[in-house]
């Protein structure tokens, strides 16, 4: 059984430090996804939980054993890494077989061993290739088959589709997944993009300087953001934010009243609206603004609405026709309404 366990994990560099009280439990056969922007901490945890960076703090286990002290090539993992790291002058069986050959396997066992994983990622008619003459992304299926080989019990990703085109990144991230449902290993994966963590992760762990931001499904972080960080970074297009006043029921200012689903303390509220929440509507409309920019997206467009003072970004079908200048009232449900604390930024309800 490979559980990752990481328990207070600390790192430090000098004085400063970068990870403080990472608390975390995945379970056997998991995808966990680190997710978080440029200098978070998800890459420096992963590299921490390979081996690669020495533990300042805590305990890390994996199987149920401690491992802060161990090497990594004793922890059982494998690790696929941005950069693909291949032998330019071997060829494409010499770089997937090279760790296994080191470790004194039979030559019996390593073609035992090669057969499904060049199948599994269909490098059969490059192994005789050197990696000059391949595209990137079957580079990257030749990093992923040299950690495959190796039965590990943990998979580590970091970053690995960032160097590919966004056609490539969309059919690695498919067999990616798909590699990881056939093979039952547990994976733990780190990117900066949304997309890679919606689609591959059964669960989430946004990070933010040093710390976990929130934990969960995709659909729960998504729907249920626990932060105003959370809930900006999550999703796309990128949520509104308003700064409205909770009074007699109502959340307003001078040019927006909306009616929040529960009662609301009044004072100053952090109102977030998804663009693809608000609905043209039939009448005068909750909230109501001038279209400065119409964008088309295929199969939507994505409005830019002036609101007095706010600047809000609204998502409607493309068969929606809508001239630039012309005004527009949107309604809004109220359960489509997220209200964070201004202060803390935490969630409200």
């Known amino acids: 059984m490979a ?57 890390l286990l994996i199987g149920g054993e401690r491992m802060n002290e161990r090497d990594p090539g004793d922890r059982g993992i494998a690790m696929v890494f941005q950069n693909y790291a291949l032998y330019p002058h071997m060829s494409v069986r010499e770089n997937i077989t090279f760790g296994l050959e080191r470790a004194g396997i039979q030559k019996s066992a390593i073609e035992q061993r090669l057969a499904p994983v060049v199948e599994a990622l269909g490098l059969g008619v490059y192994l005789a290739r050197k990696p000059t003459e391949l595209s990137g992304g079957q580079q990257q299926r030749v990093a992923i088959a040299r950690a495959m080989i190796k039965t590990p019990e943990v998979f580590l990703f970091d970053e690995p589709l960032s160097n590919l085109d966004a056609k490539l990144r969309g059919s690695l991230r498919v067999e990616i997944a798909r590699l ?94 998804r663009p693809g929440a608000l609905r043209l509507s039939q009448n005068e409309g909750a909230i109501r603004g001038r279209v400065e920019r119409n964008e088309f997206h295929g199969e939507t467009r994505l409005l830019t609405l002036s609101v007095g003072a706010h600047e809000l970004t609204v998502s409607i079908p493309a068969g929606l026709r809508v001239n630039e200048g012309e005004v527009l009232g949107f309604d809004v449900a109220p359960a489509d309404l997220h209200l964070f604390d201004p202060t803390t930024g935490m969630r409200l309800g």
């Open 3 to 59: 559980t990752v366990e990481c328990r207070g994990i600390r790192k430090v560099y000098g004085a400063l430090e970068v990870m403080r009280d990472f608390d975390l439990k995945i379970d056997d056969h998991e995808f966990v996804v680190f997710l978080g922007p440029s200098g978070c901490g998800k890459s420096t945890m992963l590299r921490m939980i390979a081996g690669l960076e020495e533990i300042s703090g805590g305990d």
């Open 180 to 273: 990881h449902r056939d093979l039952k290993t547990t994976s733990i994966y780190v990117t900066h993009d949304q997309l890679e963590a919606m689609t591959l992760a059964d669960r989430i762990v946004l990070m933010k300087d040093g710390r976990i931001e929130q934990m969960g499904t995709p659909e729960e972080i998504y729907q249920t953001p626990a932060t105003v960080f959370a809930a900006g970074f999550i999703g796309t297009p990128n949520m509104n934010f308003l700064t409205l006043e909770a009074s007699a029921g109502a959340l307003t200012d001078s040019d927006i009243s909306l009616e929040p689903r529960f009662p609301v303390r009044p004072g100053p509220v952090t109102v977030g609206l």
